[in-house]
Structure formats: C-alpha cells, structure tokens
C-alpha cells in the first residue's frame, strides 16, 4: 500500500508538471543525495536541457516504487543490495548500472547543546543501506550490543539527521555527506572504513525509461561534471 501511494504521488508530481516546458528525466534518488543532485539538475538545465524531475526517499521506498511501476527514468540508490534486487527482475537497462560515489559514516551532535538523553539516531537496519552500514560498524568495534537499547530507527538516513537537528536525541549515525549538509549538527568522529563494507552509490536507467536524455544525463552525472559536484558535497569518489 505504501509503495502504492508513492507511485500515485509521482504521477501527481509529472502531472503537475506537464503543463509546464518539457520536463527532463525523472530521477529517484536515495534522500542522502538532495543537495548535491540539486546543484547536478541546476547545471544539467544551465547547459540548455530540461530540468530533470527529483524525487527523494530512503531507497527501499524507491525500489518497492518501481517495483510498482513508478513512472520513473533513473534510479540512483544508496547501496548495491536494491540495484541487484531490481536488476533481477530486469527493472534495470542492460548495461547501465555503474557506481557513481561512495561516503563515510559520522557520529553527528547537535553544535552547542546536550540533548536528547543518551538516545542515537540512525536508519533503520533491517531496511535502510545507511542502517545497515551502520549497525555493521558498530558490530565490528564491539559497540553494537550498548547502542541497540538506545537507538532510534528512522525511515532514512535524512530523518536521522533531522532528530539531531531539533534535539530530540543526542547523536546521529549519517553519512560524511548528511553531516556537510547541515549547519546545525558537529561531527564527533568517523567511523573507520574497514568497521562496515564499503558504501557505494549505483546509478541506473529504468528499463521502462522513454526519455531520450536518460542516458546522457546518467554520463553526465558519473562524469566529471557531476563528479566535482559530488564531491563537494562530501561524497568520495566511486570504490
């Protein structure tokens, strides 16, 4: 039902827009990538094409909208585990998958305050690629079983982000990317690398996609245009 409703949201998002200049591709991506996807659609669209359409969520409410049939062009995900999923059931155009960026983890805290209790914010990891990522790194530096009783599981990365914020917790486990985002939060530490397997962000087009920028737009962000944007907004480069 939710991925249902999902879909019935971004068809109302193209419709909304059909009136307007032709719209470029649509594009589901993983919610840790709004900023940086922005500045991507903003000088996609300065270079004289249409500006693509961005929808943001955690990325298993993605991949359960395209497993719906969402009317979508690409799909950039936040790890490998939902790219295969899809690509199993030939969702994915042959030959376009490829990773574009990878990311840290980071213990976040609000700037200059203590709140929140002892309680930690982070994706949920029965689901969510940062959740999993995360409670992988705690697994391995032995901290797994203390955070379990007072962790918080939110729906994606950005909600986590968004406890810290408003100072209903005291951390947050996000990515190296959420924490530049934001003016409000300070980075306590990074967690080791080799505490979590590496994070990757596939990007695909959609075996549905009928959009003649599809492609070129997928080049253009896995090339080193959208490379540089990506980066500055605290992405690494593709593992």
């Known amino acids: 039902m939710f991925a249902r409703l999902l879909v019935l949201s971004l068809a109302a998002l193209l419709w909304s827009c059909a009136s307007a200049a032709p719209r470029g591709p649509v594009i589901l991506a993983a919610a840790s990538m709004q900023e940086a996807l922005r500045e991507i659609a903003d000088r996609w669209e300065a270079e004289g094409h249409a500006r693509p359409v961005l929808s943001f969520a955690g990325t298993p409410a993605l991949a359960r ?21 899809l690509e199993a059931r030939q969702l994915l ?5 490829r990773v574009i960026a990878g990311n840290r983890l ?7 305050k203590d709140t929140g209790g002892d309680r930690l914010a982070m994706a949920d990891p029965n689901s969510v690629p940062a959740g999993r990522y995360g409670k992988a790194a705690l697994e391995n530096l032995g901290l797994w079983e ?35 985002a934001s ?4 980075v306590l530490k990074t967690l080791p690398a080799a505490s979590h397997p590496p994070i990757s962000y596939p990007l695909a087009v959609l075996n549905g996609s009928t959009h003649s920028d599809a492609s070129a737009l997928a080049d253009y962000i896995a090339g080193p245009e959208g490379q540089a944007i990506l980066q500055k907004h605290g992405f690494l480069p593709a593992p």
């Not at 909208?65 to 999923?85: H, K, R, S, T």
């Not at 155009?93 to 998958?97: F, K």
């Not at 003016?183 to 300070?186: L, M, S």
Request: charged letters at 30%; aromatic letters at 6%.
């Open 65 to 85: 909208q395209i497993e719906a049939g969402a009317p979508a062009d690409l799909f950039l995900a936040a790890d490998e585990e939902w790219m295969e999923e």
């Open 93 to 97: 155009r042959s030959g376009s998958r």
């Open 106 to 112: 980071v213990l976040v805290a609000l700037v200059g």
């Open 146 to 180: 203390e955070a379990r009783t007072r962790f918080v599981p939110t729906e994606n990365v950005r909600a986590a982000l968004a406890l810290v914020e408003r100072g209903e917790v005291k951390q947050g486990l996000v990515y190296a990317s959420d924490a530049a």
């Open 183 to 186: 003016r409000k939060v300070k």
